[in-house]
């Protein structure tokens, strides 16, 4: 079974600092997608940054980066500089690339970011 | 990239009562998807719901107590039937957006649900 395991049910970082969250995943496929969303208070679910398990290269967007780690079956989010704003629940997900692309989802991360 | 409007975004209802929810898509999506979260937790799948066939229902969730509509390429409902406390929950609507190279999931903004 595909699953995705998020270690760390609670984070906190101190502002301007940077934090890794871990997620770690289990596949036999060979072609997914992963993925890293936040959810603030609001609930809306924010897509933070994504990777293709055939890019070897990490994803980046601004201040949040992954260490993907294909073999390790691993994809942790770094986010620099951390901004009172960052603070919310963190979801890795991850997805297949069949047919049958439905999210698989982690338990969550709940970052908090102290001033 | 899209945007999906959700509505309600909140509502108390009586038990035994049913409540329709409805997604809208600002492009045509293929695939809609329905998860219900309780707060602090993860998100559940509900169903897949493609255009043009009978939606797809996870384990745990039916379709007499889940009936979903897709009756075009931007537009889904779910209805909770025959409410209970237990349905107590967030409910939200979400969307595979952008090409088949480089897609991603969109989401609504979530219903919040309570069950007197």
């Known amino acids: 079974a595909q699953t995705v395991t998020q270690s760390q049910p609670e984070m906190s970082v101190q502002e301007a600092e940077t934090v890794t969250l871990s997620c770690t995943y289990d596949t036999s496929e060979s072609d997914y997608y992963l993925f890293w969303y936040k959810q603030p208070p609001s609930r809306q679910m924010i897509l933070v940054i994504r990777?293709?398990?055939?890019k070897q290269q990490n994803a980046t967007e601004n201040r949040f980066s992954v260490n993907f780690q294909k073999a390790a079956k691993s994809f942790s989010l770094k986010i620099s500089d951390s901004q009172l704003g960052d603070a919310a629940m963190y979801f890795c997900?991850?997805?297949?690339?069949?047919?049958?692309?439905?999210?698989?989802w982690g338990l969550g991360t709940s970052l908090a970011v102290n001033p | 990239s899209a945007v999906i409007s959700q509505k309600p975004s909140r509502d108390i209802c009586q038990r035994g009562t049913s409540l329709t929810i409805q997604c809208q898509v600002d492009s045509q999506v293929t695939m809609m998807f329905w998860y219900r979260q309780q707060p602090g937790q993860s998100l559940t799948l509900i169903a897949t719901?493609?255009?043009?066939?009978?939606?797809?229902?996870e384990s745990g969730f039916v379709i007499d107590k889940f009936p979903i509509s897709r009756p075009n390429l931007t537009f889904s409902t779910l209805t909770v039937s025959n409410m209970s406390p237990e349905d107590s929950s967030i409910y939200l609507c979400s969307a595979r957006t952008g090409s088949v190279s480089n897609y991603g999931y969109t989401f609504g903004s979530g219903t919040r649900l309570t069950v007197v």
């Open positions: 990777q293709e398990a055939y």
């Open positions: 997900a991850f997805t297949n690339a069949g047919n049958n692309r439905k999210l698989i």
């Open positions: 719901a493609n255009q043009g066939s009978e939606a797809t229902y």
